[in-house]
């Protein structure tokens, strides 16, 4: 499987985040709160909301590498730029899936839908239309 730079284009915050905790918990912290403010709390507690988005350990990394205290997540229009890095990539749907931290699923459906090949009489879960916008996400 080629290796694809997923943080192309990160801003530097970011990317110090993604070696504290990793590529996985990072992409779920962006998507939970990217846009907004979120507090790294002095200690991992399983009722903080961080706690719950991306786990006890990767907290503890952050509250060792950034401190307690308020971090501004960037917003990345991740949805859209995981599509375009599974388009990309070689390899299995399970391989890819594991690379980019989704199901696979949603890598067979991403690629039959860059195919033309969905299904277009599949109701849209999330009421826009498929051939408007193909990124994935109804809030991107």
């Given at each position: ?20 905790i990793g590529l996985a918990a990072t992409l779920r912290l962006v998507e939970a709160f990217g846009g907004t403010s979120c507090y790294i709390p002095a200690k991992a507690d ?95």
């Amino acid at each position: 499987m080629t290796d694809i730079d997923i943080t192309q284009g990160w801003p530097e915050s970011l990317l110090t985040v993604k070696e504290s905790i990793g590529l996985a918990a990072t992409l779920r912290l962006v998507e939970a709160f990217g846009g907004t403010s979120c507090y790294i709390p002095a200690k991992a507690d399983v009722s903080n909301r961080l706690v719950q988005v991306i786990g006890v350990d990767a907290t503890e990394a952050l509250i060792r590498d950034l401190g307690a205290g308020a971090f501004d997540v960037p917003v990345l229009a991740t949805a859209r730029h995981k599509r375009r890095l599974i388009m990309r990539a070689k390899g299995t749907a399970r391989e890819v899936a594991r690379k980019f931290a989704v199901t696979e699923r949603w890598v067979r459906y991403v690629r039959a839908d860059e195919r033309g090949s969905v299904d277009e009489r599949q109701m849209d879960m999330f009421g826009s239309s498929r051939n408007a916008d193909r990124t994935g996400s109804a809030s991107d």
